[in-house]
């Protein structure tokens, strides 16, 4: 059974202009211990199917209309948001993508790590600030136990993140979600950040779901990969597959627009780019949504909806260029 | 180790403790550590001053009258010969407690009031602020004259006459001066709550009240310290104004504001009458704005000192 199973999950926000169909029926399901990484480009779907899962969209406006959340056999989608709050950060961490505003500036960083130990954990203050700082050391902060009493307006945009994953870690949860956690610092600490989920995940065994746009982040950490496009997984593959042989043209543009360096500097191509942008999700285009920016769209894709479908095993995509061949 | 030095060498030596980290914070602040001094004295003044100086509040004495400062009048004597530092120390003790108590009221009426129509996304949020909008337009002296002569005599009934009198200016004046407060805290509210750091303690748990008390509510406090020490120097000023008017204490029990109100008819031929409880409610108003002014700084974290 996977440890996280989401199905048909349709996430809706009431806006002036009509429904906004933010998630528009996604499948995602999650192994223990696995790193599922989920790709697409700003405005896809990524993070509001993150936080619909714990929740964490504001409702209203937002709604999950439909579909079901099955953590550990369990269905989240009806619970309240106070049964909710047994399983946040406790069964299921969360990282934000911003680490600069995601910590509350007028408390120590101890103080914010341990406000969740003592909320989900039976410990004394005593033993809240010992695991405090020890998860600190874990998530390599020098001189922890110094550290600990700092705010967070005392530390660096790579330390803070390091904070971030050491309160969504502290009560050791079996998922952790990781909204594009390294946008907001540069590609050295992005790397050191990445390296460490990976070493805090083999630690623990717990499965990560990471949500990114930046397809090296993907080849460097995932094992799974499900690419969205307008609020649809469009293509699901383990991710030598994914890279080797991508099916869908979306993810094809999405894995040629990686600057190659060793490649472009000697061929002098040009690095290839999607053209236009994607839909805006109130009344989408009936059919394949991505069928205007397709290179290869027929007729059909304008008229029907291709449906996920298996085409190898472990290997998923929704297009109707697979059905001709 | 930059970020090390910068923050709190002090911190680092002797071990943490929040309480003497805001002190060291604190006393950064020159004018507000005098003025906490100042302030001390004054209140020690008025607790500790009747049993050194105990001569009666009362004793009228018309030929003594209108005398300025001596040896056996400090501060002088008032038209019927009283002695002045006897009245003052005793008024202190009123004009201060009603001062700070009526601060405490309006801003946890405000606080409370503020915090509910900025966390509310609906109908409640609009009410709130029509009933703050209302408050705001209502003619202040007469209503505060209504309330008055509505509940004096019950109050006085149960209380006592200075306790009922105290409890109902301390209420009717903390409560038409929340308004402000209930502004400020809910403009705060509407910023804070779409704080990325509220949604991260929402991921990690917390329920909506512990959102309000630990997250939001220590990020809006610094405007709602500068208000309700605002408010202490408002609320004794507006005592006064009540004494004078007739409706405060009995115009016998000696109050800050009282004595300066008696004495202003006699500015020209006495004029130290007046002088020392303007001094005294000068310095406490200063002291306390400077007071509050130290602990922003000192309790906000952001700031480095």
Partial sequence: MALLDIKGLKTHFTTDAGILQAVDGVDISINRGETLCVVGESGCGKTVTAMSILKLIAMPPGKIVEGEIMFEGRDLVPLTSRELDDIRAKEIGFIFQEPMTSLNPVLTIGEQIAE?????EAVTKKQALERTIEMLKLVQIP??????????????????????????LACRPKLVIADEPTTALDVTIQAQILDLLQDMKERFGMAVMLITHAMGVVAETAQRVVVMYAGKVVEEAPVDELFGNPRHPYTQGLIRSIPRIDLDAEHKT???????SVPILINPPVGCRFAPRCKHAMSICTQKEPRLREIAPGHRMACHLGDAS | MAGLTLASPSAERRGYSPLRETWRRYRRHKPAVVSAVLLLL???AVVIGPFIWRVSISDIDVVAGLQGPSLAHPFGTDDLGQ?????????GRI???????????????????GALAGMSRGALGYALMWLTDLFLSLPQLPLLLMLIYLFRDGLKAVFGPEGGIFILIVLVIG?????????????????????EFVEAARALGASPVRQ???????NALGPVIIAGTIDVAAAIIAESTLSFLGLGFPPDTPTWGRILYDAKDFLDIGPHWALFPGGAIFIAVVAINFIGDGLRDALDARKVI
């Fill in chain 2, 83 to 91: 002695d002045l530092l006897a009245r003052m120390i005793y008024g």
């Fill in chain 1, 143 to 168: 001189n922890a136990a110094g550290r600990v009493h700092h705010y967070p307006h005392q530390f660096s945009g790579g330390m803070r993140q390091r904070v971030m994953i050491a309160m969504a």
């Fill in chain 2, 95 to 113: 004009s201060l407690a009603v001062g700070l108590a009526a601060m405490l009221v309006s801003v946890f009426v405000g606080t409370l009031i």
């Fill in chain 1, 270 to 276: 040009r690095l290839e780019a999607i053209g236009g």
């Fill in chain 2, 212 to 218: 309000v008390v630990r997250h939001i509510l220590p």
């Fill in chain 2, 175 to 195: 409560g038409l001066r929340w308004m402000p407060v209930a502004r400020l805290v809910r403009a705060q509210f509407l910023s804070l709550r779409e704080k």
């Fill in chain 1, 116 to 120: 969740s130990l003592r909320r989900h």
């Fill in chain 2, 42 to 44: 004054l209140i020690a």
